[in-house]
C-alpha cells in the first residue's frame, strides 16, 4: 500500500509500524515513530494497524541546541 | 546549591549540540569545556543504510559524552507539536528532561508563553521533568511553577543572537521573586563575559550553542565560557560588595606622611 514516510511516499508491504519499519531497514535503529501526527510508542508498533495515505514520521537523534 | 529536579550538575555549563564544523569539534568542546548537560533534538531520519542512517551516528557521539541529555522541542509552534515531540524524546533518549520550546514568532524565536503554559501543565501531570524557554515575565513564571515544573529558563536575547543580556533587571527580578527555583538563561549568550553577568546574577546556569559552535574555535570557547561561568557562580557565591556613586580609597589615610 501507499503511505507517506517522512513526507515521501512510499510503497510498503506491512501492514504494522513494527513490519513497515522492519522493511524500511530500521529494524534496530534508535527512532521513534509517530502516525498521523499521533506518537506510537516502540510497544504499540507491532499492533499498530497502517492505512492506505497514512503518514508515518520516522525521528532520530540530531543536534540541537 | 539549587538542584535541577533532584541533580547537582558538575558545571553551570549545558552546551547545545548543533552547528559545530565535525563531530569530532563537537565532542572536543565538551571535554575541554566540563559541560554537564548537552542539549539535542529529534528530526526526520534521513533514509536507513549500513550505518542506521545519520541520527544513528549522533546517537553513538553523544553516548560517548557521558553527560546529561535535555532533548529539546525546538521548533515546535504549537502544544500539540510539542507534547507529541516531547513524548517521542522521552523514548528515544529514556529521560523525563525536556527543554520545552512553544515558538511564537519566526523572527525573534520568542517563547508563546501561553501555549508554553499549557504545554508544560500537560506535560508535568505526565511525568516529565520540563525546563521550560521562558521569558523573564514574572506572571508566566508563577504559572509555570504552578504547572509544576521546578526550572525555570529566561532567555537572554533572542536565539543564536549573540547578544548577551538584553535585561538585567528583568532578569535579577526574576532571581529575587523566585529564590529557591533553579534558573537557567538560555539563550542569546554570545561571549563569556554574558554567562559570567548572568551567573553573577545569580543564576545557577546558562544554556548556549551557537556561541561556542560558530566561534573560530568552538573548543576553545567552550572552555572560556565554562571558566566564565564557573568565575560568575563564584562571584556571586562571594556576595559581592554593593556599587557606589563615589570614591573610596582602599589605601589607609590614617597615618600617611605629611611631605606637601
Known amino acids: 500500500m501507499q503511505i507517506n514516510v517522512n513526507g515521501k511516499n512510499c510503497l510498503i508491504k506491512a501492514n504494522t509500524v513494527f513490519d513497515a519499519l522492519d522493511e524500511l531497514g530500521y529494524t534496530d535503529a534508535k527512532i521513534a515513530t509517530a502516525v498521523n501526527e499521533t506518537f506510537i510508542p516502540e510497544a504499540a508498533r507491532p499492533t499498530h494497524m497502517l492505512c492506505v495515505g497514512d503518514r508515518l514520521e520516522i525521528l532520530a537523534p540530531m543536534q540541537g541546541g | 546549591m539549587r538542584k535541577f529536579y533532584g541533580v547537582t550538575l558538575k558545571n553551570p555549563l549545558m552546551l547545545g549540540t548543533a552547528q559545530y564544523p565535525s563531530p ?5 568542546a565538551f571535554k575541554t569545556s566540563g559541560a554537564s548537560v548537552a542539549t539535542v533534538s529529534l528530526r526526520r531520519e534521513n533514509g536507513a543504510d549500513q550505518d542506521g542512517g545519520q541520527g544513528q551516528a549522533f546517537w553513538s557521539l553523544i553516548r560517548a559524552l557521558d553527560v546529561k541529555i535535555l532533548p529539546n522541542t525546538a521548533g515546535c509552534h504549537s502544544v500539540k507539536e510539542a507534547v507529541t515531540t516531547a513524548h517521542m524524546a522521552r523514548e528515544m533518549f529514556d529521560t523525563n528532561w525536556i527543554k520545552l520550546e512553544v515558538i511564537g514568532n519566526t523572527d525573534t524565536l520568542q517563547p508563546d508563553v501561553f501555549g508554553l503554559v499549557e504545554a508544560a501543565k500537560i506535560l508535568t501531570d505526565d511525568g516529565f521533568e520540563v525546563f521550560p524557554y521562558t521569558t523573564e515575565d514574572l506572571s508566566v513564571a508563577d504559572r509555570l511553577l504552578n504547572a509544576g515544573c521546578e526550572v525555570l529558563m529566561p532567555w537572554g536575547a533572542p536565539i543564536g543572537s549573540g547578544q548577551g543580556i538584553n535585561n538585567p533587571l528583568g532578569l535579577r527580578s526574576l532571581r529575587a521573586h523566585f529564590p529557591d527555583t533553579p534558573l537557567v538563561v538560555d539563550a542569546g549568550i554570545g561571549l563569556p563575559s554574558h554567562a559570567a553577568f548572568a551567573m ?25 565560557m565554562a571558566n566564565a561561568a564557573t568565575a560568575g557562580q563564584l562571584a556571586a ?8 556613586d563615589m570614591a573610596a580609597p582602599s589605601t589607609p589615610v590614617i597615618g600617611k606622611a605629611f611631605l606637601s
Do not use: S
Open chain 2, 200 to 224: 553573577e546574577l545569580g543564576y545557577d546556569a546558562v544554556l548556549l550553542n551557537t556561541a561556542v559552535a560558530k566561534a573560530g574555535d568552538p573548543a576553545q570557547m567552550a572552555r572560556a
Open chain 2, 24 to 28: 569530532a569539534i563537537l565532542a572536543e
Open chain 2, 237 to 244: 557565591l562571594a556576595d559581592p560588595m554593593e556599587p557606589r
